[in-house]
């Protein structure tokens, strides 16, 4: 199955897939972080989390703040980011794993009956927990199939966009770098390297986007050829 072909409109999905499960994940930690500065150290602190990625962002209340981060009307909001995932996972489904999709499904469906109730840090902390382990299950799948390499492509890229948008540390990327490098690699035969040669992050990011495009676009005409 590692070979089978896989048109580009797939390999899109399950690259995307595993950005959001990871988008979710790591926005989930951070909002949880924020809210015990929100609470009694540094009310903005929130507003700061969210303008890091070009969000404006309002609450009341420590309470308040985590029902904006969950459910808010906004890109970054944790109900937009997992609706596109299960959107993408939707699409895919043949090829993912039952148990990484029916836990996606779970944290879904949970998601949706919780809009009139209080987000309380304990339920944040599960679904961080239940994210984890779709990660975890991609993870450990890897080395099966090409459709877990893609997935697991989106993850990295992904994890890299947040470092820079949240850290704004370029010198902290040098590790991605070079994961990245090593999945796009097994990926695409013909892939070469990329390393950091600007100090412009946006101009990096847009670099980065420049990269992924090739490697899904080569795969699929690279497994498609080989049949």
Do not use: C
Not at 37 to 44: K, L, Q
Not at 107 to 119: D, K, Q
Not at 127 to 132: A, G, L
Not at 157 to 184: F, H, K, P, Q, S
Request: glycine content about 6%; hydrophobic content about 40%; proline content about 2%.
């Amino acid at each position: 199955m590692n070979g089978a072909p896989i048109s580009v409109n797939t390999a899109q999905n399950l690259y995307w897939f595993g950005r959001y499960v990871q988008r979710a994940q790591t926005l989930l930690v951070g909002i949880l972080e924020s809210y015990d500065y929100v609470i009694d150290r540094d009310f903005d602190e929130g507003k700061n989390f969210f303008a890091k990625m070009g969000i404006d962002i309002e609450y009341k209340n420590a309470m308040d703040f985590l029902k904006a981060g969950v459910y808010g009307s906004h890109v970054g909001s944790i109900e937009s980011i997992i609706k596109m995932a299960r959107e993408n996972a939707i699409a895919t489904r043949h090829l993912l794993d039952e148990r990484g999709f029916a836990t996606l499904n779970k944290i879904y469906n949970h998601l949706m009956i919780g809009h009139n109730r209080a987000v309380s840090p304990t339920y944040l902390q599960e679904t961080i927990d239940n994210f984890s382990l779709i990660l975890g299950i991609f993870s450990s799948e890897l080395d099966r199939t090409r459709a877990y390499q893609l997935i697991r492509f989106g993850q990295q890229v992904e994890r890299l966009d947040l470092i820079l948008r949240l850290y704004g540390e370029l010198d902290m990327a040098a590790a991605d770098i070079e994961t990245i490098n090593a999945t796009a690699r097994q990926l695409n035969r013909h892939y070469r390297p990329f390393n950091i040669t600007t100090s412009d992050i946006p101009k990096f990011l847009a670099f980065l986007n420049n990269v992924v495009d090739r490697v899904i676009q080569n795969d699929t005409v690279m497994s498609q050829s080989q049949h």
